[in-house]
C-alpha cells in the first residue's frame, strides 16, 4: 500500500521560502503514470492545486503560482520536494502530497489515488 508522509516547517517568516518534502513508501516516485502533487487548502477556502512532477521528472506549476513555485525529486530517498519561494501570510495553509495515476490539475481529490495526512503552515513574523 502506498503511503506519503508530509513533512517540513510549520511556521516560515514572510519573504523567505516555505520547504516540504513528501516521503513516499510501498511505491517507486519513478513508476510509470504517477504524478507526484502538491495541494494546499487555505483556512476556509476550497483546495488549490500548486504543481506535480511527473514519474520521468517533468514538472508543471498552476500559473497562479509558478514563478515562485519548485518541484523536484530524490529517487534515492524516494521523496519530492515543495519549495515556494517569497511566501506571504496568504501562503498559510494545509498543505497535501498526493498521487494522481494521470496528469491532472484538478484538486478534487477523485483525482487522486493516494494522499499525505497534510501539513499545517504558517506564515507569520
Known amino acids: 500500500q502506498v503511503q506519503l508522509q508530509e513533512s517540513g516547517p510549520g511556521l516560515v517568516k514572510p519573504s523567505q521560502t516555505l520547504s516540504l518534502t513528501c516521503t513516499v513508501s510501498?511505491?517507486?516516485?519513478?513508476?510509470?503514470?504517477?504524478?507526484w502533487t502538491w495541494i494546499r487548502q487555505p483556512p476556509g477556502k476550497g483546495l488549490e492545486w500548486i504543481g506535480y512532477?511527473?514519474?520521468?521528472?517533468?514538472?508543471y506549476y498552476s500559473p497562479s503560482l509558478e514563478s515562485r513555485t519548485s518541484i523536484s525529486r530524490d529517487t534515492s530517498k524516494n521523496q519530492f520536494t515543495l519549495q515556494l519561494s517569497s511566501v506571504t501570510p496568504q501562503d498559510t495553509a494545509a498543505y497535501y502530497c498526493?498521487?494522481?495515476?494521470?496528469?491532472?490539475?484538478?484538486?478534487?481529490?477523485?483525482?487522486?489515488?493516494?494522499w499525505g495526512q497534510g501539513t499545517q503552515v504558517t506564515v507569520s513574523s
Open positions: 498526493a498521487r494522481a495515476p494521470r496528469a491532472t490539475i484538478n484538486p478534487n481529490p477523485r483525482e487522486y489515488d493516494y
Open positions: 512532477i511527473s514519474y520521468s521528472g517533468n514538472t
Open positions: 510501498g511505491g517507486s516516485i519513478t513508476t510509470n503514470y504517477s504524478y
